[in-house]
């Protein structure tokens, strides 16, 4: 199995521009993850799916960013516009939920390193 | 207070030590725990789950106490391998549903 996989690895852009981050689960995994890391704060989970379906956006930073799970196997997230605190390390991470399990082992993907300039 | 606290560290530790990490979380009613381990600028990668009888997996052993709400691990015979960031993850129910929250992490460096 190819894992997790995102793209692109590295994204270096300018103030005010559109950002878009994309991920590919595991195939057959029916839970997707999308965290962001800094030195400051941590790992911190933005938003989760299960079946394609948003469960928890609370940790989405404010409007300018959007999770979006068009079918099982993609994923996007979207920051319009993008400003430099939004530098940090994305990652996706997909696990198998089954009913009834409070957890199952998340698979993370490579990350998206980005920067705001 | 943050919902799961670890000590930052660094460790620094010499080839075949002893070293143990703690992690503190604020929700009595969390679930399940676990320790992953992050390589510098690597993912996060699952290094065990962590129960209520406590668990050992090689020179690693993992032990939660539900009363004072803290988890551990516990690294015997340290190698330079080792060398990582020690991610505490504590999973449960809160007001919006199952929550993951991952602790900022203990990093370990061990020296030859």
């Known amino acids: 199995d190819a894992g997790v996989i995102q793209s692109p690895r590295h994204e270096v852009t300018e103030m005010g521009q559109e950002v878009t981050l994309r991920c590919k689960p595991i195939s057959g995994h029916n839970s997707l993850f999308w965290y962001r890391q800094t030195m400051m704060r941590g790992l911190e989970l933005l938003i989760y799916f299960n079946n394609n379906v948003p469960i928890d956006d609370s940790g989405m930073p404010e409007d300018r960013f959007s999770a979006k799970m068009p079918n099982a196997s993609f994923s996007t997230l979207k920051i319009q516009p993008s400003e430099p605190r939004d530098s940090a390390v994305y990652f996706c991470a997909s696990s198998l939920w089954a009913s009834g399990s409070s957890y199952n082992e998340q698979f993370f993907g490579p990350g998206t390193r980005l920067t705001v300039l | ?112």
């Open chain 2, 1 to 112: 207070r943050k919902e799961v606290e670890q000590d930052p560290g660094p460790f620094n530790v010499p080839e075949g030590a002893t070293v143990a990490f703690n992690c503190t979380y604020s929700n009595s009613a969390s679930q399940s725990f676990f320790w992953y381990r992050q390589d510098c600028r690597k993912e996060p990668k699952l290094l065990m789950s962590v129960y209520s009888s406590g668990n050992e997996d090689g020179r690693f052993t993992a032990q939660l106490n539900r009363a004072s709400q803290y988890i551990s691990l516990l690294i015997r015979d340290s190698k330079l391998s080792d060398s990582a960031t020690y991610l505490c993850v504590v999973n449960g129910l809160n007001t919006g549903g199952f929550k993951t929250i991952f602790g900022a992490g203990t990093r370990l460096f061990v020296k030859a």
